[in-house]
Every structure is written in structure tokens, then in C-alpha cells.
């Protein structure tokens, strides 16, 4: 297989592009009890990539809106680490899962775990079964 030299390169996964998050964001996120005050700050003007300190993470505005807090409960950071994952790599439909379990290990008493969210988790191989009845095909 040849590649095309004309295929533009895709951008990394650090690339998000100028930020829009203002001060005034952030202060309406202070008062909405989101983040406290003094936590948080926009990244430096002209800066295009997610190159955060070794003390600071980069979030999404729309993490909070499915009720994202800070400061994250350490079994979270033990879920990232294991996954190798990062907070500007996650979306809202995985924090939503993370919610779920930490609810449901919660109310049922149980132990919080990164090794017992992956358990919750893991992938199950489902294979099509397909039925034929009276020459016709049916998929269940």
C-alpha cells in the first residue's frame, strides 16, 4: 500500500485549538460551585495544545455539566492511571459510567477499585447468532 503524500497528517490528540473559556466563565463556575475560587485559570493565549504542569489537568466546560467536581475522588485518578488515559481525553458519556459506578459501589457498600471498575467494565464477546426457519434468515 502507497501513501499519498497530499493525505494531510492528522493533528495530535493534545491539538484542542484556542480555548474560549473566559474569566467570567470561570467566575460563573465559582458561583455555580463547580471549581473553587482561585483553582482555576485559562490557558495562556496562542496556546493550541494540551501541555499541562505536573499539578494542573485540562477539562472541558462540558465535563460539568454531567456534575464533574473537583477535587476528583482518588479512585478516579487510580482509573485514569490504569487506562492510561488523561482528563482532556475523556468525554461526558465516560464520566457518566464513572458516576454509575462510584453511585452503585456506594449504595451497595461496597469497595471502591480501579481493578473493580475494570471487572464492571470488561468487554464481553457477543457472537451473532443467526436463526433459519422456513428459508428465511433472521438475526437475534
Not at 491539538?15 to 475560587?37: C, D, H, P
Not at 487506562?83 to 481525553?89: E, K, L
Request: net charge positive.
Amino acid at each position: 500500500m502507497v501513501l499519498r503524500k497530499d493525505r494531510a497528517k492528522a493533528k495530535p490528540t493534545s491539538f484542542l485549538g484556542e480555548s474560549l473559556v473566559t474569566e467570567e466563565a470561570i467566575e460563573t463556575m465559582v458561583k455555580w460551585r463547580l471549581i473553587m475560587e482561585g483553582t482555576t485559570c485559562a490557558p495562556p493565549w496562542g496556546q493550541v495544545a494540551a501541555r499541562p504542569e505536573d499539578d494542573e489537568t485540562v477539562v472541558f466546560k462540558n465535563f460539568f455539566i454531567v456534575r464533574l467536581h473537583f477535587p476528583l475522588d482518588a479512585v478516579v485518578v487510580d482509573i485514569f492511571r490504569l487506562y492510561g488515559v488523561y482528563m482532556h481525553q475523556m468525554t461526558p458519556n465516560s464520566f457518566l459510567q464513572l458516576s454509575l459506578y462510584l453511585w452503585l459501589t456506594r449504595t451497595c457498600c461496597l469497595s471502591l477499585s480501579a481493578e473493580g471498575f475494570a471487572y464492571a467494565h470488561m468487554v464481553h464477546y457477543q457472537p451473532k447468532t443467526m436463526v433459519w426457519t422456513t428459508g428465511r434468515k433472521r438475526g437475534l
